[in-house]
T-cell receptor
C-alpha cells in the first residue's frame, strides 16, 4: 500500500468552478504537508505548505489538513484556464523523508 | 539569482556506462534531495541530505549513489545504468523539511538509458 494516495483524476471543470483535490496518507510521522503545481515538462512549483491541522488560505487556494483522519485537500476557487496543470500532494517527515502522491491532472475549460 | 542548477539537462547513454548528474544550489541550503518522475507517477525520492556528509535513502535508492562533500553540491551517480533508470530527474534544496517555503527545484534532467 502506498504511503500517500491521491485521487487520480483526470479532472475537467468549466472556468469559474470550485475544484477539490484530495490525498490520504498512512504514516503519522509525516509532519509537513504540501501541494505543488506542475506544468508539462516543468519542475514542481510549491503552491501551499502547512504543518498543522486546519485551513490555510492563499488567494484562490485553500489547503486543508486533518491529521486525525490523515487527509489533505486543496480547494481552488474561481478556477481559471491557467490553473490547468497536474497537482501533486506531498508529505514530509522531520527527518527529511519526502513522499508525493501520483498527481491529479486538472483541465479548466474556458 | 537564487537557483538550483542541474547538468546535463538531457542525456542519452547506454547500459552500464557510469554517469553523474550534478546538482548545485547557491542559497546556502542545508537540505538537498533527488527525485525521479515517471509517466503517471508523482515524484519518488531517491536520496536526500540534511547537511554536509549526511545522506539517507529515500523510497527508490537502488542503483543510485550520492555524495555531499560540500554544502552547495549534491551529485547523483549511476554506476551501472540500466533501462529502468530512464526517467526525469529533479534535484531540490531548502533550509530543511520544516522550511518548505524556501524550497527550489532544479529544471530537471531527462535521462534515456538504451
Amino acid at each position: 500500500q502506498k504511503e500517500v494516495e491521491q485521487d487520480p483524476g483526470p479532472l475537467s471543470v468549466p472556468e469559474g468552478a470550485i475544484v477539490s483535490l484530495n490525498c490520504t496518507y498512512s504514516n503519522s510521522a509525516f509532519q509537513y504537508f504540501m501541494w505543488y503545481r506542475q506544468y508539462s515538462r516543468k519542475g514542481p512549483e510549491l503552491l501551499m505548505y502547512t504543518y498543522s491541522s486546519g485551513n490555510k488560505e492563499d488567494g484562490r487556494f485553500t489547503a486543508q489538513v486533518d491529521k486525525s483522519s490523515k487527509y489533505i485537500s486543496l480547494f481552488i476557487r474561481d478556477s481559471q484556464p491557467s490553473d490547468s496543470a497536474t497537482y501533486l500532494c506531498a508529505v514530509n517527515t522531520n527527518a527529511g523523508k519526502s513522499t508525493f502522491g501520483d498527481g491529479t491532472t486538472l483541465t479548466v475549460k474556458p | 539569482e537564487a537557483q538550483v542548477t542541474q547538468n546535463p539537462r538531457y542525456l542519452i547513454t547506454v547500459t552500464g556506462k557510469k554517469l553523474t548528474v550534478t546538482c548545485s544550489q547557491n542559497m546556502n541550503h542545508e537540505y538537498m534531495s533527488w527525485y525521479r518522475q515517471d509517466p503517471g507517477l508523482g515524484l519518488r525520492q531517491i536520496y536526500y541530505s540534511m547537511n554536509v556528509e549526511v545522506t539517507d535513502k529515500g523510497d527508490v535508492p537502488e542503483g543510485y549513489k550520492v555524495s555531499r562533500k560540500e554544502k552547495r553540491n549534491f551529485p547523483l551517480i549511476l554506476e551501472s545504468p540500466s533501462p529502468n533508470q530512464t526517467s526525469l530527474y529533479f534535484c531540490a534544496s531548502s533550509f530543511g523539511p520544516g522550511h518548505q517555503e524556501t524550497q527550489y527545484f532544479g529544471p530537471g534532467t531527462r535521462l534515456l538509458v538504451l
